[in-house]
């Protein structure tokens, strides 16, 4: 039997004027029970509840720690263009005279320095009375740079590696006056992490420093280093397993470079009896500064 058009659209209607109905009713209900739950803070349903209040004091906190991150975020990135510019500086060493060397490692301890006072401590003054876990990921590539840049100068001044204490130490700021003198004293947080990695970069340079090295008949230099690098990877394989994903790409790295300085030492020491030390530099010279190309022996 077929429902008239009329009739259907009448059931219809009359089902949607029930359902407003129960929604209506449950609205109410809920109203009324928020109302004995939090008596005197909701008045009606279009009002404010303390809910609302509260998410959006939340929001107001969250925005103010995403513009905190985005502004340690652009500061690191300053940090690592401005180290990478001193790794650039100490990479033209080889070759120069030992009054030129001492100029150019005074420029760059100057470089670093104001890289402290400056980008770094501008971080430190963001973190302040901040939890700095919460904000690591922001700079953690820049500070990876700056102890690149900052073990390779003090290898080139003492032969050693710069110690995690070390670092921290620079990048602790203490107070600037009396008034200041009651104040938690300033820092970027260097964690260990941080530190291993940064050191871990190092070890590219260093290979590229040697390569330099030979090329400029500055063979000694081109030992020490291929020394400090054994040691390096003794230390790194002694320290078993590190939740970082980065270090196992820079330990793949690390064994390449030290595997193209053993194999320049092994040339130099095999030949250097039989081949005068300015055809040697000459021969060498043709790989400085390839970061991709092996030495080959001779």
């Known amino acids: 039997m077929l429902i008239p058009v009329e009739q259907n659209q009448s059931r219809k209607n009359s089902l949607v004027q029930r359902l407003v109905l129960l929604v209506s009713q449950t609205m109410t209900e809920a109203v009324s029970a928020a109302k004995e739950v939090l008596p005197g803070t909701i008045a009606s349903p279009s009002q404010d509840t303390v809910l609302m209040d509260l998410f959006r004091e939340y929001s107001k906190t969250l925005d103010k720690k995403n513009d905190k991150y985005e502004r340690v975020y652009k500061a690191s990135r300053d940090v690592t263009v401005r180290s990478k510019r001193v790794i650039f500086s100490m ?18 301890s100057g470089d670093l320095r104001d890289i402290e006072q400056t980008l770094l401590k501008h971080i430190a003054m963001e973190l302040r009375d901040e939890d700095p876990y919460q904000f690591v990921n922001a700079y953690t590539a820049g500070l990876q740079e700056y102890i690149e840049a900052l073990s390779f100068h003090h290898f080139l001044l003492t032969g050693s590696i710069v110690s995690h204490e070390e670092v921290q130490r620079r990048l602790t700021y203490g107070p600037q006056d009396e008034a200041q003198a009651a104040l938690v004293p300033l820092s970027v947080l260097v964690r260990p992490k941080e530190y291993i ?58 064994k390449s470079s ?34 991709n190309s092996s030495v080959p022996l001779l």
């Not at 990479?91 to 001492?102: A, H, M, V």
């Not at 990695?197 to 090295?213: N, S």
């Not at 320049?264 to 000459?282: N, T």
């Open 197 to 254: 990695l940064g050191v871990a970069d190092l070890t590219g340079e260093l290979m590229r420093f040697c390569i330099k090295c030979v090329s400029t008949a500055d063979f000694d230099k081109c030992y020490q280093i291929c020394g400090v690098l054994k040691a390096m990877h003794g230390g790194f394989l002694s320290l078993g397993y590190i939740p970082a994903k980065e270090l196992y790409h820079k330990m793949m790295v690390f």
């Open 258 to 291: 030290l595997h193209k300085v053993e194999e320049a030492c092994y040339s130099l020491q095999l030949r250097k009896s039989e081949v005068p030390a300015d055809m040697l530099s000459d021969v060498f010279a043709m790989y400085d500064a390839e970061e």
């Open 91 to 108: 990479q033209r060493i080889p070759g120069l005279s030992e009054e030129e060397r001492e100029t150019l490692l005074g420029t760059a």
